[in-house]
């Protein structure tokens, strides 16, 4: 039974049942401030939820990209 646990992304499993999120940047627009296209949709998904709370505009978000860039693997 642990194996199984352990084998879920819990990331996806966090997200079951919500609605996606429209993102708030196109891939070309994280392309020029230098994200690799490896990196795009995760850094897409980061921004979308921290754009959901209303809390951040447009530019903070932009300038939390890089820094979200950094730390995925």
Excluded at 4 to 28: C, K, M, N, Y
């Amino acid at each position: 039974m642990a194996r199984f646990v352990w084998s879920i992304d819990p990331l996806a499993v966090t997200r079951l049942g919500q609605e996606p999120q429209d993102t708030p940047f196109t891939p070309g627009e994280l392309t020029r401030i230098g994200i690799p296209a490896r990196k795009i949709p995760r850094v897409q998904a980061e921004l979308a939820r921290l754009a959901a709370d209303g809390q951040l505009d447009r530019r903070a978000l932009l300038a939390l990209a890089p820094e979200i860039a950094r730390q995925l693997l």
